[in-house]
């Protein structure tokens, strides 16, 4: 039996793939992500993140930097190496705002037949976009989809970045999603600590998909300051602590992870 998750993820019982594609459940089960110290959440006691996947875009992106300047809030914008060589600008601009970056490969293409070379050489084409467009040497890797298999999690800490998930999200790349479904998804429930997964660009989503995501940004900060709670940066987040995430432990649960069309 075959169970769809997300977008265009399956959930798959047994098989040889089971301790390889394991990691790949990490956003959806928390037990996993635990296991394999990968960072869903934050450590905060009142604030939450707001990450922006997908970008740079050219119309996108600035509109969601002047929502965020409007609120005074920061983000970390996880960006895809072939749009930040399109746009090198705006990688400059995400950095002189203040806001963090992350990698979120070079291509935006689930990992699912990558070997660690491949992945290596990708994540290293990315890295060398940031650092050709200006941009500070990012920290935090994310894939596309949020699909780890065990050897691409091994590659991307052997080159000195870390893995970065999310605890909830606005599903804002899908057509149907408004401004107010991406705020009350991205907020209904929300606690200190968590990360909240946006994205700056519809590069890989539904078209113009980053319009409703800039017009949710007020609503998600209304939502945030009524819980009681401020948007923060992983920076100010891990003040003196080091690295998010602690020690691997391994996988704990019989599954396996496969992608479908």
């Known amino acids: 039996m075959v169970l769809t998750i997300g977008r265009g993820l399956a959930l798959a019982a047994g098989g040889a793939a089971v301790v390889q594609w394991t ?4 956003a959806h089960v928390p037990r996993l992500a635990t296991a394999f110290a990968i960072p869903r959440t934050i450590p905060s006691k009142r604030g939450v993140l707001l990450s922006f996947d997908d970008g740079p875009h050219r119309q996108g992106t600035p509109a969601v930097l002047a929502g965020l300047a409007r609120a005074g809030a920061p983000a970390v ?11 090198p600008e705006l990688v400059r601009e995400i950095a002189a705002a203040g806001h963090e970056i992350g990698v979120h490969g070079y291509r935006h293409q689930t990992r699912r ?3 660690r070379g491949l992945l290596a050489g990708d994540t290293r084409r990315a890295l060398d976009a940031v650092h050709e467009a200006g941009g500070p040497r990012p920290r935090f890797y994310r894939p596309p989809h949020g699909v780890f298999s065990l050897g691409g999690l091994r590659c991307v800490r052997s080159l000195g970045l870390e893995p970065l998930l999310w605890s909830r999200w606005g599903r804002d790349w899908e057509g149907r999603a408004t401004a107010a479904s991406i705020a009350e998804r991205a907020t209904t429930g929300v606690r200190a600590g968590d990360v909240v997964l946006l994205h700056d660009a ?11 995501t800039a017009a949710a940004l007020p609503r998600i900060f209304d939502q945030i300051a009524a819980a009681g709670l401020e948007a923060t940066s992983v920076r100010d987040a891990t003040e003196n602590r080091g690295r998010l995430g602690g020690p691997i432990r391994g996988p704990q649960s019989p599954v396996a992870l496969a992608v479908v069309p």
């Open 23 to 26: 990691p790949a459940l990490a």
């Open 202 to 212: 519809d590069h890989y989503g539904a078209a113009g998909s980053w319009q409703k």
């Open 113 to 115: 037949e990558w070997t």
């Open 77 to 87: 914008f996880f960006v895809v190496g072939e749009q930040v060589v399109r746009y």
